[in-house]
């Protein structure tokens, strides 16, 4: 005859764990997030490998014992006329490098005499490491002053992708800009983007991707919303994180350009 099986909760081991051991990966999990470079692991891709810079200029300015790599490249305009009339702070996302772009975009401003700065954050491309949140903002600070001094009082505007939305706030916040293009802004707790959008009284045009599947829609009106300044949101209508800008909806940012670069600077 076969002994009858105890009727037991098999989760009662679990429900009888100490509060103190919950409490101890709690406290393990917390230590792991704020006090450790894991975050940054999580969130930053930097890469060094070489890529093709498209004829765009290298420099280098000093930051935090180490250096900065800022690629430039000016529009067609510019260089015929060898003049500047605006310049553009442009930063990237978290896994991209300034110098695939910079001389790619110095055109897609319309018809105008722009130069555009590229700034590859800490530990990305040329710029020394490591890579880390909490180092995106004072970079993008040293290299908004770098560009302050050889712009001859012309006006800045900085334009932010994903990430590197929250580079260009944080220096709107605290330097003096002309405006802002910001494209599927993101709200990372390190970077104060919320805080910093409520601060800012320049101009700024928003880039919202209408199904973005990396900063969702909602958190990105978060940033909209907060923003103190006039702005412009535009929707780009089918669009994900990645997806290029093209189609009808160039013809509405560039008119959103017209407006931005018109704009008159804040009091």
């Not at 993008?140 to 580079?167: C, H, M, R, W």
């Not at 707790?189 to 919320?194: A, E, T, Y």
């Amino acid at each position: 005859m076969s002994r009858p099986v105890p009727n037991e909760n098999i989760f009662a081991p679990v429900k009888r764990r100490s509060p103190y051991f919950v409490l101890a990966v709690l406290a393990a999990f917390l230590l792991m997030m704020f006090c450790t470079t894991f975050p940054d692991q999580l969130i930053l891709f930097p890469s060094t490998q070489h890529i093709d810079a498209h004829g765009a200029a290298r420099e280098t300015i000093p930051f935090h014992n180490g250096e900065l790599e800022i690629w430039t490249a000016r529009s067609r305009l510019a260089q015929q006329r060898n003049h500047v009339d605006i310049y553009i702070l442009r930063f990237y996302g978290n896994a991209d490098r300034a110098e695939r772009w910079v001389a790619l975009e110095a055109d897609a401003f319309g018809d105008r005499a722009i130069e555009v700065w590229g700034m590859n954050y800490p530990g990305f491309g040329g710029s020394s490491g490591p890579a880390r949140l909490k180092r995106m903002s004072p970079a993008g600070l040293a290299a908004f002053d770098a560009l302050k001094s050889q712009a001859e009082n012309k006006p800045i505007y900085v334009f932010g992708a994903s990430i590197g939305s929250t580079v260009a706030m944080h220096i709107a916040a605290n330097r003096d800009v002309r405006g802002l293009v910001l494209h599927n802004p993101k709200i990372p707790r390190d970077l104060d983007s919320i805080a910093n959008a409520k601060r800012i009284h320049a101009p700024a045009i928003f880039l919202l991707a209408q199904n973005d599947e990396i900063v969702p829609p909602r958190f990105q009106r978060l940033v909209v919303d907060a923003f103190a300044g006039e702005k412009q949101a535009i929707s780009l209508p089918g669009a994900y994180h990645n997806s290029p800008i093209e189609g009808a909806i160039v013809t509405e940012i560039n008119r959103a350009y017209d407006w931005l670069f018109s704009a008159a600077p804040s009091p």
